[in-house]
Structure formats: C-alpha cells, structure tokens
C-alpha cells in the first residue's frame, strides 16, 4: 500500500515558479514510478510529468515541456513538480501517483495510488 501527500498549492500571478511536493509512504517507493496529473474544472484528468525510480526517462506533457521539472528523492520518499513561467492554463488542480512497478505512462489508468490533490491557480 502507498499513501501520497500533495502540498504547495496555491494563487500565484502569470510567470510566477511554484514547487509542488508529493510525500510517499511505502515499501515499494524507491522502485515505483512517480507521476503528476492535472484535472481542470469540466476536464479529464491530464498526464503532466512521470519519473521512474532509475536515472532516466523521464516524460512530459508536451504543454509543460522546458517549463516544469519532475524530480524525486527516494531517501525522504519524496516527489517534486517545479513550474515555471506559469500560466493561466496550468491552473488545476494536481495529483500525484504512483505505479509500484514498471514504466513511466501517460495514461492515468496506468497508476494504482492517488494522492487528494493540492489546488493551483495561475491569475492573469
């Protein structure tokens, strides 16, 4: 079983960076693939960034390519999402997830844990 925490949320202005993290509670974390999604209101819950527990492959939604970074430290048990140059369209809310074996996916049916999700509003 693995319990995820999302924190960091919040207003921020257009052009504004902001770090989200996601605390895992676990024994499988420091081989699971870590992602974060995003849902807007009257919208599907969209792939963001995915990072798996090895050195390497990372995704990212092409929206937020050059402009967030996925990130983890499986010591703490920790995931980071850092945006930059944010924009009015990033604002969602974001969850983060985890799939305790295999390869990063974009699909959000990929993923067995969910995180309650932290709020993200860019204003214009």
């Known amino acids: 079983q693995v319990q995820l925490v999302e924190s960091g949320g919040g207003l921020v202005q257009a052009g504004d960076s902001r770090r989200l993290s996601c605390a895992a509670s676990g024994r499988t974390f420091d081989t699971s693939v870590m992602a974060w999604f995003r849902q807007a209101p009257g919208k599907e819950r969209d792939f963001v960034a995915a990072?798996?527990?090895?050195?390497?492959?990372?995704r990212y939604a092409d929206s937020v390519k050059g402009r967030f970074t996925i990130s983890r430290d499986n010591i703490k048990n920790m995931v980071y999402l850092q945006m930059n140059s944010l924009k009015p369209e990033d604002t969602a809310v974001y969850y983060c997830?985890?799939?305790?074996?295999?390869?990063?996916?974009?699909?959000?049916?990929?993923?067995?844990?969910w995180g309650q999700g932290t709020q993200v509003t860019v204003s214009s």
């Open positions: 990072i798996p527990w090895r050195v390497g492959s990372k």
């Open positions: 997830a985890c799939l305790p074996r295999g390869e990063p996916s974009t699909r959000a049916d990929g993923y067995n844990y």
